[in-house]
Every structure is written in C-alpha cells, then in structure tokens.
C-alpha cells in the first residue's frame, strides 16, 4: 500500500512539472512556488515549451550584397574557456572577444573569390526543431603545404568567424556545440576543370549564429599542431 501512495505522489509531481513546462504558468503562482519548494524547479529558471512574442521585422533600404569575404577558423582546444564571452544586452551578439590559449590563435583560410558562404535552417518534427549552421567554401589547389592542414581535419572541434560582404563577423561553433569538418577534393577530369577541395563545416545548435564584435587573433602555424 506504502510503495502505492509512493508512486501516487510520483505521479502527481510529473503532471505538476508537466504542466509548469508546457503552459506559461506566472511565477507567482500556487503551483509554481509549490514546485520551487519541491526543489525541482529553481525560481530563476526557463521552463521549456514557454511562448515569446514576436518581434516586427522591418524592410531596410540600401545595398545588401550576397556572399563572404574572409574565414577565420580555430581548434577548440586552442580556446581560454575560462574568457568565453557573454551574449550582450540583444541577445544575439558577443559582448567581448574569444581568446587563445597563450602562443594560439586563428588561422586565416584564404579561398577562392565568390565561393565563400554560411547558412542555416530550421528543421525537425513540431515539438522538435533545432538550427543546422553550414560554412562553405572552395579552396583550390592541391600541395604539401595544404596537405599538411587537412591531415589534422579528421574529428577535429572547429569555432569559426565569417566576414560577410555586409563587414559583419559572425560566429559558428562555440565550446558546447563545436563544428565538424568535411571536406571534398577534386582534381577535375580536363585540363581546364577546377582543381581544389569543397570545404564545410556544420553543427547543430538551438538558435541561429551569434554575431561577433571583438578581434579575431591570427596566428599562423609553421608546423601541424600536434
């Protein structure tokens, strides 16, 4: 009879954490402050499956070019976690810079003009949607100096910036949710076929990229990390 009410009261606290999650319940309400004395919600928490209301989204005259300019690429274990920066007061932008790790930094990837771009998209079954971000470009050529870059891909954690056409930097990747490289190259059949490698990196994360107003420090490798 005991393990009965046990699971009876089980029961009852599933449905209350149930409810608390799915419906915008006030946080002054009986039931929310019931669940924080329980300790299983903490006043300062976000519930999940809570409502937002939209912004407006208006139309802005002037140029607005397509593509990107630069792409600035690091290992996350060249990171300081400890300087990871906070989002700013819009939610969407880093306050400070990312910093190395003492004697790392950025590593610059040139790549071929008009074949730099980034995207996302949103996707999943309703209920379970998440942001997919994807970083291209298209590096040609083929010799030991870049040889020596790709052998170190394979499983590698990658935080990039982008420069779009528009001057802003925008981060992909952060120590979470890292990117993963792929890479695809090609010698081309003729002699006037492209000769060079497709190179992506994507990751998966629950908002859109943030946006970056700190320096991005390069330093160029002599020798492969080991």
Known sequence: MKNFKFLGLIAVVVMLIAA?????????????????????????????????????????????????????????????????????????TYAGPIVPKAGKGFAKWDFAQDTGDFGFTLSGDPGSQSFEHTVGVYIPRFNPEISKVYKDLPNAEIIAVKIDANGQKIVFGDLQRPLTPKLDYKSGKKFNEKNGAEFGLTVGNNHPPYFYSGDIPVVDVVAPAV
């Not at 299983?40 to 209301?53: A, E, F, R, W, Y």
């Not at 630069?70 to 990871?84: A, C, P, R």
């Open 20 to 92: 608390v999650s799915a419906f915008a319940v006030p946080a002054d309400s009986a039931v929310m402050h019931f669940v924080q004395d329980l300790g299983l919600v903490s006043s300062g928490s976000t519930m999940l499956g809570m409502c937002v209301s939209f912004a407006s989204i208006k139309n802005k005259c002037g140029a607005n070019p397509g593509g990107t300019s630069e792409l600035y690429i690091i290992n996350k274990v060249d990171v300081d976690e400890t300087q990871w920066p906070e989002l700013g007061a819009d939610g969407v």
